[in-house]
C-alpha cells in the first residue's frame, strides 16, 4: 500500500478518529516528514481539528518543552511519529488522562506505514490478543529461555497486562504502531538470570552481535558484546540514571505479517520474537520511573508461566494459536 493509504488506516481504524475530535500529529526532524504530512491529511479528511508539531528529536530530561507539552495535552487523538518514544512523557501521561487516545509510531520509516506489519487485520487478530493477555494476567512466575542464550526467572504477581491490539478507541488509550505485543510491568527487584538480545534494539537497531546483559535482583548489573552492546551502555550512562538499568517490561510479538527491519515499532511486534524494556514503566503498571525506555528484542522465546507453556521457540501452543 501507498504511504497515505497506511495513514489512512491508523486514523480510520486504528485511533478511529471523529469529526471535530483535536488530532495533534507530533514527528521530529530525524523521521521523513511525509508520515506526518500524510497523518495530518487523513486526519482532515476524517474531519478533525488537526495541530502539527515538529521538534529537532531532542527531549530534555525525558520530556518535551513546555509549548508541545501543552499541545499535546490537550489533545483528543495524538499520533507520534518521533525517533525516541513520547509514551513515558507527562505531556502523554496527561493526555491519557483526560481521555485522549494515543499511538506511537516509533522509529518509523516510510516503509513502516506501507509495507509490512501495518497490513496486518488488526480486527481478526483480538480474540489471539486477548488470549494471550489472560494467560499474562493469570501468572505469578515466569520462566524465559531462548537459543540465543537468554534464561531468566521473573515474578508478575500483582501486576496487570497491557496490549498493543492495532486498536485505539478507548478513551485513555495507549497503544504503539504496527506491533502487536502483549506486555507487562514485572515486579521490579525479582528478575534474576541472563538476556541475551539477538535481533533489535532502541536506538541500535539490528542486532548482528549480541548484546549480553546479567540481571540480578531487577537490575542489569553488566553488559557483554561488541559495538551494540558499547552503544547500549553509553545510551544508559547518558541518562545519569541507575533506574535506566532497571528491567521494566517483558513482552512478547503477535504480529504475523512484516519481518526483522532494524525498526523498533516493527521489531518489537514480530510473531516469534520477545522482548524485555530496561528503564521507565510508569505508564503500564510498574514503579520505576527513568527517563529512557529502551526495547531489546530476542529470537524464539519459550515462556513457561506457572509451569505451563505459553509459546516454544516462538510458536504459542494449544489453543493460543
Not at 481478526?124 to 537468554?150: H, I, M, S, Y
Not at 546483559?213 to 545510551?235: C, D, W
Not at 511486534?269 to 522482548?275: A, F, K, P, V
Not at 503500564?284 to 505451563?308: C, Q, R
Request: charged share 25%.
Amino acid at each position: 500500500m501507498e504511504v497515505s493509504q497506511g495513514a489512512k488506516k491508523v486514523v480510520q481504524v486504528c485511533a478511529n478518529v471523529r469529526p471535530g475530535e483535536q488530532v495533534v500529529v507530533i514527528t521530529d526532524i530525524l523521521r521523513p516528514a511525509i508520515l506526518g504530512d500524510c497523518l495530518a491529511a487523513a486526519a482532515e479528511e476524517a474531519r478533525g481539528l488537526v495541530t502539527r508539531i515538529t521538534y529537532n528529536g531532542r527531549l530534555n530530561n525525558g520530556q518535551l518543552s513546555l509549548p508541545a507539552e501543552k499541545a499535546v495535552e490537550a489533545a483528543d487523538v495524538l499520533l507520534c511519529v518521533t525517533t525516541k518514544t513520547l509514551a513515558y512523557t507527562k505531556a502523554v501521561d496527561k493526555c491519557k488522562a483526560r481521555g485522549g487516545r494515543v499511538i506511537a509510531i516509533t522509529e518509523a520509516t516510510e516503509a513502516t506505514l506501507s509495507t509490512g506489519p501495518i497490513e496486518a487485520d488488526y480486527l481478526a487478530l483480538q480474540p489471539l490478543l486477548n488470549r494471550v493477555k489472560d494467560a499474562f494476567d493469570k501468572a505469578e512466575k515466569v520462566r524465559v529461555t531462548a537459543p540465543g542464550g537468554t534464561e531468566l526467572t521473573l515474578s508478575l504477581k500483582g501486576r496487570k497486562a497491557y496490549v498493543c491490539s492495532g486498536i485505539c478507541h478507548d478513551p485513555g488509550q495507549l497503544i504503539g504502531l504496527p506491533a502487536l505485543e502483549v506486555y507487562i510491568a514485572p515486579v521490579e527487584d525479582e528478575t534474576i538470570g541472563r538476556l541475551v538480545a539477538d535481533a533489535s534494539g532502541t536506538a541500535i537497531g539490528l542486532i548482528k552481535n549480541p548484546i549480553i546483559l546479567t540481571i540480578e535482583k531487577g537490575r542489569v548489573t553488566a553488559i557483554e558484546g561488541k559495538e551494540e552492546s558499547e552503544t547500549l551502555k553509553q545510551i544508559l550512562a547518558d541518562t545519569k540514571a541507575e533506574s535506566s538499568f532497571v528491567i521494566a517490561e517483558f513482552a512478547i510479538g503477535l504480529n504475523p505479517c512484516g519481518k526483522l527491519v532494524g525498526a523498533i515499532a516493527e521489531d518489537e511486534g514480530l510473531y516469534g520474537t520477545g522482548h524485555f524494556a530496561l528503564g521507565n514503566n510508569l505508564g503500564f503498571g510498574g514503579k520505576n520511573d527513568a527517563p529512557e525506555h529502551m526495547d531489546l528484542v530476542y529470537w524464539h522465546p519459550t515462556i513457561e508461566l506457572d509451569g505451563e507453556i505459553l509459546m516454544k521457540n516462538g510458536i504459542l501452543q494449544d489453543g493460543n494459536e
